[in-house]
């Protein structure tokens, strides 16, 4: 159970069930036992529709499409307003990357995304997710590309993004969700425990292996 405005992290090795739980969560998977809720409604009677505005999937692979930084980002989203855009683009940290671009927001791309790096694709991606202003973000793996400085900036400006959205960050750094409220930790399909990064380091001896392995990899 996740309350609204909370920012959750998930956490597991390769293969252990991460993003099996995003796609659920974000309404991708129609075949399931047991039942999802989100605001108390099962997922199978929200529209298609209502559930992509209210839901954000952000994958660690972002497609790029031929056209300026700024279609990529909104997409032609008639609903979109300039400010929306603005805080997307500040809170993905992809400004520095605009304005290090000749042509700022309008530099055509090409569907390759060639002149970007693994890490702007990513925030581009991000950027895109979030100028939805969706409920629920869900971000799967979509910081892997980042340096530990922009991940930072990044994780602090999600925890301040305007709106409180509920926030999962799936992710196999733990550095990438200590500072979340709770951290789901996966193990092989099933949730092995869940608690703060604090409770984790206390209670839990997977979590604690993997938080030294971690540490002496750094």
């Known amino acids: 159970k996740v309350e609204r405005g909370q920012t959750i992290g998930i956490i597991g090795m390769t293969g252990s069930g991460k993003s099996t739980i995003a796609s659920l969560a974000a309404g991708l998977y129609r075949d399931y036992e047991g039942t999802i809720l989100i605001d108390g409604k099962k997922m199978e009677n929200i529209g298609r529709h209502d559930l992509s505005e209210a839901v954000g999937i952000c994958l660690q692979r972002a497609r790029i499409f031929s ?3 700024k279609y990529n980002i909104t997409l032609d989203r008639e609903e979109l307003e300039e400010s929306d855009m603005d805080q997307a683009i500040r809170a993905a940290c992809l400004d520095d990357v605009l304005s290090s671009k000749k042509d700022g927001a309008f530099t055509v791309l090409s569907s390759t995304g060639a002149g970007l790096s693994g890490g702007q694709k990513q925030r581009l991606g991000i950027a895109r997710t979030l100028a ?7 971000l799967d793996d979509s910081t ?26 799936i992710s196999q750094k733990i550095r990438s969700v200590m500072n979340a409220d709770k951290i789901l930790l996966m193990e092989d399909g099933k949730v092995g425990a869940f608690a703060s990064h604090e409770e984790l380091l206390k209670t839990c001896d997977s979590y604690r292996r993997l938080y030294e392995l971690q540490k002496e990899g750094a």
């Open 67 to 69: 056209g300026t930084i």
């Open 132 to 138: 939805g202003r969706p409920g629920l973000l869900i």
């Open 144 to 169: 892997s590309a980042l340096d530990a400085a922009t991940e930072n900036r990044f994780i602090k400006n999600i925890l301040e993004f305007p709106g409180d959205p509920t926030t999962v960050i």
